[in-house]
């Protein structure tokens, strides 16, 4: 295998790109990739020096022509994702104000009635169909659900929130499709719409939720604009439930399909639920790729990234470094210790982390209390997709 079997158009790569990943890190440093002009780091050391390198920054590029993607690039270079100090540390601190854990712990009970309330649904399409779908009916509803009620999203509008996400991001990938590109001005377009309505109600009639929080923030003299207020939420929305997701589909797979950790889930999943979560997002992590670049010449391991070159962290290799981890192939739902970077790192370190780990911790376990006698349906249905790695549809039966 060679760097040009690293080939996000190739199906079979997509599905499984981790043989194809071992063989690069047995090179022992970062890769050139020729077609996507960019260096690959997959190994564990080299992935984490780029993402905490301060020469390696999130630089934007707008996407042309302007007045077709306005919306778009002001919803990218206005976040905290996409941005660089000083401007990225202004922002991080003026949403973490807001984002803090006191409202993430206020928001555990609230997720615990999701959570029956979902696994309730699921157990009526058991008896009335005979399987569930763990992505649409369970692992999806529920952080959607979260962040639309932290933010303060309407009912009316909180079901829009996915399919405006998952049209976002796919712009992430590499060659999008011309119907993609559409699809996602246009979502750009109504989020950026629905949280300016929001933030105009909000100044007139405050409620307690986040997006009061991020207003009241910026009419206490911080210089938070109303684009950036919108990116942050807009960002959050999207990340704030991509995580979740995407580790809770991929793990979930991959412990279904591994009897050792299955029976774990089976007998124990409260007091593995900790290890667990991690093991899930270090196994198949569900980010498999960051990009940066050079805003001067950078030394990663034994290559030098010239000033303006890309280099991209494959956090889903370093993740199966067997420097790092013993039998890194296998998964153990009891690993410990566990450096996955499944969460990136450095100061573009996943902000909402704490509330990923907390839906996941509570709703693992859940669902196999609910279904001891849980098993897959039918072969899971994957994404086409490689940055973003999830599954589709995961049809089960109990």
């Not at 939420?233 to 990340?239: D, F, G, Q, W």
Request: with cysteine; charged share 25%.
């Amino acid at each position: 295998m060679s760097i040009n079997d690293f080939d996000l158009a190739n199906r079979n790569f997509v599905v499984n790109p981790y043989p194809v990943m071992s063989k690069l890190r047995e090179i022992g440093e970062p890769v050139w990739h020729e077609s996507m002009k960019m260096w690959l780091a997959p190994g564990h050391a080299d992935a984490s020096a780029v993402l905490r390198s301060k020469t390696l920054g999130r630089i934007y590029t707008e996407k042309q022509p302007n007045q077709l993607w306005e919306t778009f690039n002001w919803l990218h270079a206005d976040s905290i994702l996409d941005s660089e100090p000083p401007k990225h540390t202004r922002l991080r601190s003026l949403v973490a104000k807001a984002f803090n854990r006191g409202q993430i712990d206020r928001l555990a009970p609230r997720i615990d009635l999701l959570i029956d309330d979902l696994l309730a649904n699921c157990a009526k399409k058991l008896r009335d169909q005979g399987t569930f779908d763990v992505i649409a009916d369970y692992a999806e509803p529920l952080p959607v659900l979260v962040i639309a009620e932290l933010l303060g999203v309407d009912k009316e509008n909180s079901h829009f929130l996915r399919p405006w996400s998952q049209a976002i991001v796919k712009m992430y990938e590499y060659n999008p499709t011309e119907q993609q590109k559409t699809e996602a001005r246009q979502a750009s377009d109504n989020f950026a719409q629905l949280v300016t309505q929001m933030v105009t109600q909000r100044k007139q009639n405050p409620t307690p939720d986040l997006v009061t929080e991020l207003v009241q923030v910026e009419e206490s003299g911080e210089k938070l604009t109303l684009h950036e207020l919108i990116a942050t939420c807009v960002l959050l929305l999207n990340a704030g439930h991509e995580a979740s997701v995407n580790g809770f589909g991929n793990g979930f797979v991959a412990a279904m399909n591994t009897p050792s950790e299955k029976a774990k889930l089976i007998t124990k999943p409260r007091e593995i639920a900790n290890s667990t979560v991690e093991e899930f997002l270090r196994f198949d992590a569900p980010l498999q790729l960051f990009e940066r670049t050079a805003t001067a010449t950078t030394k990663i391991g034994e290559i030098v990234v010239e000033e303006g070159q890309k280099i991209a962290a494959l956090l889903g290799s370093a993740n199966r470094d067997e420097s790092v981890f013993s039998n890194a192939a296998q998964m153990d739902l009891t690993r410990d210790p566990n450096p996955h970077i499944g969460f990136g790192g450095g100061i573009h370190f996943c902000l909402g982390a704490p509330l990923a780990r907390l839906e996941m911790v509570k709703s693992i376990p859940a669902l196999f209390e609910r279904f001891p006698g849980i098993e897959l349906a039918d072969t899971p249905r994957m994404r086409s997709t490689f940055v973003l790695r999830g599954y589709e549809e995961i049809s089960v039966s109990a």
